[in-house]
């Protein structure tokens, strides 16, 4: 079946300006995680849910970030704002639940966002 | 001046030569660990983990090993094949004490394995 789609693959916006990345888990997955990947850097968590819900935010950098998953599926990452230090890859994941121990998180192939 | 972060530990094999890579972990409370591969363009795709009550486990052509006692990981990759060449990063997860994960991976920085044919 598919995997985790992200769109767009690639996000060129000026400083100050909103972005909105989109994340399409792997159909029937409750648990959707965002990755923030700076170059040569692994991934960082950003934030995750369980269904609709955010289970986990902290690692959110600041206000200016935002995201939804309004139907338990397909999430948006909002940014605000933006600044040049926001430049980064931004990696959706998926798990099947979080509940169990275990659950082994599928990555999309990520979003690539450029402040100028 | 230059990043730290562009610093990535490397590591060049030959191809049929066995490989591995090493991960120091931060987190005592850490009871899951897993090995991502990341090729150029791409997202961390799953390699294999372990469960911080074992030591070792084996997977097709890999093997990782866990040592607790000085937070260690390593990944060990049989007869290396160049399409092996990529990114390797461990990450580590954290349950509560009733056994519920709290989901977020905690990753390592990365190691860039180069395999030549």
């Known amino acids: 079946g598919a995997g985790v789609s992200q769109t767009p693959s690639n996000k060129v916006t000026e400083k100050g300006k909103y972005v909105e990345l989109r994340c399409d888990p792997i159909s029937g997955h409750t648990a959707l995680y965002w990755y923030r990947q700076s170059l040569g850097q692994g991934p960082e968590f950003l934030i995750y849910?369980?269904?609709?819900?955010?289970?986990?935010d902290s690692g959110l950098p600041n206000d200016r970030f935002f995201a939804v998953r309004p139907e338990g599926s397909v999430s948006t990452l909002k940014i605000q704002r933006t600044e040049r230090g926001d430049s980064a890859v931004y990696l959706c994941a998926s798990s099947l639940t979080v509940g169990g121990r275990y659950n082994e998180q599928f990555f999309g192939p990520g979003t690539r966002l450029t402040v100028l | 001046g230059e990043s730290v972060g562009l610093h990535l530990p490397t590591l060049s094999v030959q191809e049929g030569d066995n490989s591995i890579i090493n991960c120091a972990y931060s987190n005592s409370a850490s009871d899951y660990f897993i090995w991502y591969k990341q090729e150029s363009g791409k997202g961390p795709q799953f390699i294999i983990d372990?469960?911080?009550?074992?030591d070792k486990r084996q997977g097709q052509r890999v093997t990782v090993l866990l040592n607790k006692t000085v937070k260690h990981l390593s990944l060990q990759i049989a007869a290396t094949q160049p399409g092996d060449s990529a990114v390797y990063f461990c990450a580590e997860r954290v349950s509560n004490a009733g056994g519920t994960s709290y989901g977020k991976l905690t990753f390592g920085q990365g190691t860039i394995l180069t395999v030549h044919p």
């Open positions: 372990i469960r911080s009550n074992m």
């Open positions: 849910f369980q269904g609709t819900g955010a289970a986990d």
